[in-house]
C-alpha cells in the first residue's frame, strides 16, 4: 500500500503570497498558515530550488515563522543542511544601504549548533560505532570542520592554478585530487558519515555524498583572473549499508594523510576577483584613445610581422584516448567509469561532471537559471519544439560555487581553433553524420537562446560561453553579465541577441525554410511565456523586493516594470503584427528587430501563422519511428500468483532473444490448473508508446475460459531492445520468434494473437509470414500507414496535402536509413488479401476513434476472404472496450480454436527455437510513464 502525502502546491507561487502576506504586514497567524503549508510541503523537491528566495525573505524580514521553517528544512538530512548553510553563507554580506542584521548571523551559528547538538532526522552511517553521546558530537563537529576545509580546498584550487605555470597544472592537480580522495577516505576514521557531501539538484539527489574524485580525468579552464576545473566525482546515498560496511576497509588503508592547507581570507581574495571582473568602471575618452592606437597599430605594415601571441590552452587529462572533439562520449565514460569503480555496484551510484569556481559572484547566475528551468516547463507544457538546457549552480559563498557540467559539449571558441577555416555551416556538414538532424537541432536550440537573450538582456556572448553538442544543439553558459549589468557597466551591447552571418549560413540563409521556422519558434515562445508570465516574474520579485537591502550586482539598477514590458503581455497577437513596415517575398517571414526597446514582429503570411499546430516536415519521422517508451516497473503487472474471478492465475516472466539478436521481455500468464494441460494461448500485442502491461486489459476474460495469454514488450517498446520501431514490420518477425518459443513449451498447442493499433497489423503481417496463426483479434488496425500519416497530416496539424507529398519522400527515405525498412510495405489493406481463407479475424472499432478512423479497419474487413466479425461500439482509440464486445469476441475465439483444433500438426510444423530458456526477471525499479495506469497507453501518433 502506497503512503499517502498531502497534495503538493507550488512553491513559486507559495512564496509569492508569502512575500506578499509580509509585505501587506498581515496578522500573524495568516503567515504562520502559509509556513504550515511549506512544512507539508517540505519533501518537494521544488523547495530546493527556492531555498535563497526563502533565505532572502527572511535576510530582509528576520521572520520568526520562516526561521522555523528553514530549521525544520536545513536540520533534515546533510544535503539540506549543507544547501541551507552554504546559502545563507551567500547572502552574508553588507547590502549597498544595511549591514547585516544580528539575527542573521545569529541563526547560521543556531543551525551549526543544532547539526552538532541534535544530528539529523534520517539514519546516520556509524553512529552505531559509538556509545557516547559525547563522541557521537564530537564525531559530527570533526565531520563538519573536515567537510568545510575539503570544501574550501576546492574553491581554492581555482585560484591557486593561476599562479602555476601552465606547463605544470596537470601534475599538480593530479597530486592535488590525489590528497583531497586521501582525506575523504580519512573521513570514515575520524566521523559519522565520511564522503563529502554536496547538495546537488539534479539526477538522484539523494546521491549527494562524493565518495571519490576521479584522478586521471580533469579540465583546467584558463582565464584571466583565475583557474576553473571541471572534475568527475562518484556520489552515492549515505544510507547504502554496502558502503558502511566497506569503510572499514577504507579508512584502515587510509593511515598516510596529508594535512589540508590552512585557511586564510579566501573570500576578500574572491570578492576582489569578482568585483575585477564585474564592476570594474573606465574612463570613456580613455577607452577611445586606446582603440585608436590599436587601428593604429594593425594599419602599420611592421606591426603585421609581428606573431600573435599564442593564447593559453586549457588542461586536459583523461584516462582514454578519443579523437572526437567532444571526447569521450559521456554514457561511454559513465559505463567505463561505473564498471571500474568499487562503489559502482550500489543502486545510488551516480557520476557527475563538475565545475568548480571561485572568485566568481554566481548569485546572478543562479537567479537567471531559476527563469530558464521555468521557461523550459513552460515550453515543454505548450509542446514547443524549442530547446533549452538548464544546468545545476550550487552557491557556496558570495564569490564561489559548484557548477553542472554540461556533458558532450564543446565550445565554439575551440572549434574556430582547432579547424581554423572552417565556418559553422562545414563543421556541421563534416562532423555530424545527419547534417539535417543537427540542422533542425541548431534551429530549435538557437530559438530558445535567442529569446532567452532577449528576456534577460544577456551580454558578453562570446564564443568562450557559446557550447555546441554532439547532436547540433547550441548551449549558452556563463549569464554573469545579465539584466542592467553589462561588462565594465559601459553598456555597450545592445543587440537583442547574437544571430551572426556564420548562423544564418547555417539556416540556409534568409528566406529559406529553415530561417523562416527559427522565427516563427521564436514568435511562438514568446506568445507561451506570456501566458504564464507570473510563474517568471516571481523569481525576480523576491530577489528584488527591497531594493535597499539587494545583495545581486544585476538588479541595482534593475526595475520590474521594465522587465515586465519586455514580455509585452498587453500586446494582442493582431497588435504584434501592426508593427509590419516592410513585407519581405511571398512566404512567411517573420523578423526580430531592435531599433527600440519593443521586439518587432512582421510576417507577410499572417493567416498560415494562426495555425499553432503546423509542425516541420523534417521532424514527422521522428514520431513514427521512435515515439515514447513506456516506462514501468515489472510490479506494476501486479503479483506473480493471483486470482481472476475463481480462477487462480500464475505469471511467468522471461527473456527471449529474437532473430535480430534483441533481447525482448516476456510474460506468461497461465490458470494453475492448466499449467500441466494441453492448453491454447492468446499472444496480446500492444500498440504504439506501450508495452505488455497492455495484455492484463484481456486476461479477465480469457484466463477463466482455460485460455492462457502472453504479453510481449515487441522490439523498441517498454523494456525490451531495440532503437525504432517499425509499426510491425520487425514486429511481426517478433512475434514468429515468440511463437516458436511458445511451442517449444511441452503444453501450449494452439496460439492465437489479439493486437491493438500497431499490434492489430502486426497480428495480420505475422500471420502472412506464419499460416499457423488462425485466429486473429485485430483491434483499431490501419490499413495503409501513408494514408494513415496523411489523414493526421490534414486532420491533426493542418498541413496542406500538397505540402505532404512534398515532405513525405524525405520522411520515408529517412525512416528507412534511420530504422531499416520501408514504409511502403506496410500496405495492410494488400496484405490482408492474402491471407489464407481459413483465418479468422475479429474486428474491432470505436465510432469515437479520430486516430485510425473506422473506415480502416472497414475496409480491411471488407478486403478480408476469411471467417470473419466486425464489432463496433461507443468509445475512442484508447477507451476501455465495453465488456459485451470483449465477451462476443471471446466466444468467437473459443468457436474458432474448437474448429480448428489441431494442436499436433502445429506441433509438427513450429520453427526453430530463436529464444534461451525461461529466466525469471527480478524487479528493475524503471519508474512509472504515467501517473496511473491507464486502460492503454496514450494516443498514438
Aim: with cysteine; aromatic share 12%.
Amino acid at each position: 500500500m502506497q503512503k499517502s502525502h498531502p497534495s503538493q502546491l507550488s512553491i513559486n507561487r507559495l512564496t509569492n503570497s508569502l512575500l506578499e502576506c509580509i509585505l501587506k504586514e498581515q496578522h500573524g497567524s495568516i503567515k504562520f498558515d502559509i509556513i504550515k503549508k511549506f512544512q507539508e510541503n517540505i519533501n518537494n523537491n521544488e523547495i530546493h530550488q527556492f531555498i535563497i528566495q526563502l533565505c532572502y525573505i527572511y535576510y530582509v524580514t528576520g521572520n520568526n515563522h520562516l526561521e522555523e521553517f528553514l530549521k525544520k528544512y536545513g536540520l533534515m538530512n546533510s544535503s539540506n543542511y549543507y544547501r541551507l548553510e552554504w546559502t545563507l553563507k551567500a547572502l552574508s554580506e553588507d547590502s549597498k544601504y544595511y549591514p547585516i542584521q544580528d539575527y542573521f548571523t545569529k541563526f547560521q551559528t543556531l543551525m551549526k549548533h543544532e547539526y552538532v547538538n541534535k544530528g539529523l532526522t534520517s539514519t546516520n552511517s556509524r553512529e552505531d560505532y559509538f556509545q557516547d553521546m559525547y563522541l557521537i558530537k564530537e564525531a559530527r563537529a570533526n565531520y563538519q570542520d573536515r567537510q568545510d576545509q575539503l570544501i574550501f580546498n576546492l574553491i581554492e584550487q581555482s585560484l591557486r592554478l593561476k599562479s602555476i605555470e601552465i606547463e605544470e597544472r596537470k601534475e599538480q592537480m593530479i597530486a592535488f585530487l590525489k590528497k583531497i580522495n586521501q582525506n575523504i577516505n580519512y573521513l570514515w576514521q575520524i566521523t559519522s558519515q565520511g564522503g563529502i557531501t554536496i547538495p546537488f539538484n539534479y539526477g538522484l539527489i539523494d546521491s549527494y555524498l562524493v565518495v571519490h574524485i576521479l584522478e586521471d580525468e580533469f579540465t583546467c579552464f584558463n582565464t584571466a583572473k583565475r583557474v576553473p576545473y571541471k572534475i568527475i566525482v562518484e556520489t552515492i546515498d549515505p544510507s547504502e549499508i554496502e558502503l558502511i560496511k566497506k569503510a572499514q576497509e577504507i579508512y584502515q588503508s587510509s593511515n598516510d594523510i596529508q594535512e589540508l592547507n590552512p585557511f586564510y581570507d579566501i573570500e576578500k581574495e574572491m570578492r576582489s576577483i569578482a568585483q575585477l571582473k564585474i564592476l570594474q568602471q573606465y574612463d570613456i575618452d580613455e577607452l577611445k584613445k586606446l582603440a585608436l592606437k590599436k587601428v593604429e597599430f594593425h594599419l602599420n605594415s611592421e606591426n603585421q610581422k609581428i606573431k600573435k601571441k599564442p593564447r593559453d590552452k586549457d588542461i586536459y587529462a583523461s584516462s582514454t584516448n578519443c579523437n572526437s572533439i567532444w571526447g569521450e562520449d559521456w554514457n561511454e565514460t559513465q559505463s567505463r567509469i561505473r564498471k571500474q569503480s568499487q562503489f559502482g555496484q550500489l543502486k545510488t551510484y551516480q557520476i557527475r561532471q563538475i565545475i568548480v569556481k571561485g572568485g566568481d559572484d554566481l548569485r546572478n547566475e543562479l537567479l537567471i537559471m531559476q527563469m530558464i528551468k521555468k521557461i523550459k516547463e513552460i515550453f515543454e507544457k505548450h509542446k514547443l519544439d524549442i530547446f533549452l538546457r538548464p544546468y545545476d549552480i550550487i552557491l557556496t559563498s558570495p564569490n564561489s560555487g559548484i557548477l553542472e557540467f554540461i556533458p558532450n559539449t564543446v565550445s565554439i571558441d575551440k572549434i574556430k581553433r582547432d579547424y581554423q577555416g572552417y565556418t559553422l555551416k562545414q563543421f556541421y556538414e563534416n562532423f555530424f553524420d545527419c547534417f539535417i538532424d543537427a540542422q533542425m537541432n541548431f534551429l530549435q536550440s538557437l530559438a530558445g537562446y535567442s529569446l532567452i537573450c532577449y528576456l534577460f538582456q544577456l551580454k558578453d556572448r562570446h564564443n568562450g560561453n557559446i557550447l555546441i553538442d554532439n547532436q547540433g544543439h547550441i548551449i549558452h553558459i556563463d549569464f554573469g553579465f545579465v539584466l542592467t549589468l553589462t561588462p565594465g557597466n559601459l553598456g555597450f551591447e545592445s543587440a537583442p541577441f547574437k544571430l551572426i552571418e556564420e548562423y544564418e549560413e547555417l539556416l540556409d540563409g534568409k528566406g529559406s525554410y529553415f530561417h523562416n521556422y527559427f522565427q516563427t519558434l521564436i514568435f511562438k515562445g514568446l506568445m507561451a511565456l506570456q501566458t504564464e508570465i507570473d510563474e517568471i516574474m516571481n523569481f525576480v520579485k523576491i530577489m528584488n523586493f527591497s531594493p535597499k537591502h539587494n545583495l545581486l550586482v544585476s538588479l541595482e539598477k534593475f526595475k520590474i516594470e521594465d522587465f515586465r514590458k519586455r514580455f509585452m503581455e498587453k500586446c494582442s497577437t493582431d497588435q504584434l503584427y501592426e508593427y509590419n513596415p516592410v513585407i519581405h517575398g511571398p512566404r512567411l517571414s517573420m523578423i526580430i528587430f531592435s531599433l527600440r526597446p519593443t521586439l518587432y514582429i512582421i510576417d507577410t503570411n499572417y493567416q498560415n501563422m494562426k495555425q499553432p499546430e503546423y509542425k516541420c516536415t523534417e521532424k514527422l519521422w521522428k514520431p513514427i519511428v521512435r515515439p515514447p517508451r513506456h516506462n514501468y516497473r515489472l510490479k506494476d503487472m501486479g503479483n506473480e500468483i493471483f486470482m481472476v474471478h475463481d480462477t487462480v492465475v500464475k505469471r511467468v516472466d522471461f527473456e527471449m532473444i529474437n532473430s535480430r539478436g534483441l533481447t525482448l521481455q516476456c510474460s506468461l500468464f497461465e490458470p494453475v490448473r492448466i499449467q500441466d494441460k494441453t492448453h491454447s494461448c492468446m499472444i496480446y500485442l500492444h500498440g504504439n508508446s506501450s508495452s505488455r502491461v497492455e495484455s492484463l486489459t484481456i486476461i479477465e476474460y480469457l484466463l477463466p475460459q482455460n485460455i492462457s495469454v502472453c504479453g510481449i514488450d515487441l522490439s523498441g517498446s517498454g523494456q525490451s531492445q531495440g532503437e525504432y520501431i517499425s509499426l510491425g514490420f520487425y514486429e511481426s518477425r517478433d512475434v514468429n520468434d515468440l511463437y516458436n518459443y511458445l511451442l517449444a513449451q511441452p503444453f501450449i498447442t494452439q496460439i492465437g494473437l489479439w493486437g491493438r493499433s500497431m499490434g492489430s497489423v502486426t497480428a495480420i503481417i505475422a500471420a502472412s509470414l506464419n499460416s499457423n496463426f488462425k485466429i486473429l483479434v485485430c483491434d483499431s488496425p490501419f490499413s495503409n500507414l501513408t494514408n494513415l500519416c496523411q489523414e493526421l497530416a490534414s486532420n491533426t496539424y493542418s498541413i496542406p496535402g500538397c505540402c505532404f507529398n512534398c515532405f513525405w519522400c524525405f520522411v520515408k527515405s529517412k525512416i528507412r536509413k534511420e530504422a531499416k525498412f520501408n514504409i511502403d510495405d506496410l500496405n495492410i489493406i494488400q496484405i490482408i488479401q492474402t491471407l489464407p481463407t481459413d483465418v479468422a479475424i475479429v474486428f474491432l472499432s470505436a465510432n469515437g476513434d479520430t486516430l485510425i478512423r473506422e473506415k480502416h479497419p472497414k475496409a480491411l474487413s471488407e478486403k478480408f476472404r476469411g471467417i470473419k466479425e466486425f464489432f463496433q461500439f461507443e468509445g475512442t482509440h484508447n477507451s476501455k472496450r465495453p465488456i459485451e464486445v470483449m465477451k462476443e469476441t471471446v466466444q468467437f475465439i473459443i468457436a474458432q480454436m474448437t474448429k480448428y483444433d489441431q494442436h499436433t500438426s502445429q506441433k509438427d510444423t513450429k520453427g526453430s527455437l530463436n529464444g534461451k530458456d525461461q529466466i525469471p526477471i527480478t524487479d528493475v525499479g524503471v519508474p512509472l510513464l504515467y501517473s496511473e495506469r491507464p486502460y492503454i497507453s496514450k494516443t498514438e501518433k
